[in-house]
């Protein structure tokens, strides 16, 4: 099964700064699917943001961005211009595009937003 | 569109009790997750649905877990009995296609 690393508990950011949060993952399949997913204290789970392995280009949703290197199997988010709101747990997750089996997610980092 | 629902989502119950999490997922979707959130463990996958037919059980913990979707709009997790250490938040998602998944909010279970 592929394994999800999320290699920091904790993160700490001031408001406006930005923030880089680490994901590595192991997998031999060339096809598939990565994303980062945030949870704020109300539990939700809220996609933030999606890669697709075949396309080259990082994914990027306004103030979020995303380093995917697939040679290294690494998919960092970077939160720029960090806001009270960000405040929250963010798991990186993987998904095969062959099987189209469930997420796998990391373990979690918690960010914690300081004004 | 409403998003996937999930009920209830506070549980407190007595050890040995039955406990039944329901779930709707978005209609259209034709994959659907149960997932286990606890401090020790993260998130963990459960059972996996598509198209009604469960497709991989193997997180079910033990045979005192079971799940069904018995149509394309409905979902249920029951523990029987119920123990302390089955106190966590269950995660319904679903999904369609290989794309990401939608989350319900979440069913927070106490057994006392």
């Known amino acids: 099964a592929q394994t999800v690393t999320q290699s920091q508990p904790e993160m700490s950011v001031q408001e406006a700064e930005t923030v880089t949060l680490s994901c590595t993952y192991d997998?031999?399949?060339?096809?598939?699917?990565l994303f980062w997913y945030k949870q704020p204290p109300s539990r939700q789970m809220i996609l933030v943001i999606r890669q697709e392995a075949y396309k080259q280009q990082n994914a990027t949703e306004n103030r979020f961005s995303v380093n995917f290197q697939k040679a290294a199997k690494s998919f960092s988010l970077k939160i720029s211009d960090s806001q009270l709101g960000d405040a929250a747990m963010y798991f990186c997750?993987?998904?095969?595009?062959?099987?189209?089996?469930?997420?796998?997610f990391g373990k979690g980092t918690s960010l914690l937003v300081t004004p | 569109d409403a998003g996937v629902i999930q009920s209830p989502r506070h549980e407190v119950t007595e050890m040995g009790q039955e406990v039944t999490l329901r779930c709707k997922p978005i209609?259209?979707?034709?994959?659907l997750f149960w997932y286990r959130q606890t401090m020790m463990r993260g998130l963990e996958l459960l059972i996996y649905f598509n198209n009604n037919v469960p497709i991989d059980d193997s997180g079910m913990p033990e045979d005192r877990f079971s799940a069904k979707m018995p149509n394309a709009s409905f979902s249920t997790l029951k523990i029987q009995p119920s123990e302390p250490r089955d106190s966590a938040v269950y995660f319904c998602?679903?999904?369609?296609?290989?794309?990401?998944?939608?989350f319900g909010e979440g069913s927070r279970l106490t057994v006392l």
């Open positions: 997998t031999s399949e060339s096809d598939y699917y």
């Open positions: 209609s259209g979707h034709n994959s």
């Open positions: 998602a679903s999904s369609l296609g290989v794309g990401e998944l939608f």
């Open positions: 997750a993987y998904r095969s595009a062959v099987s189209g089996y469930a997420l796998n």
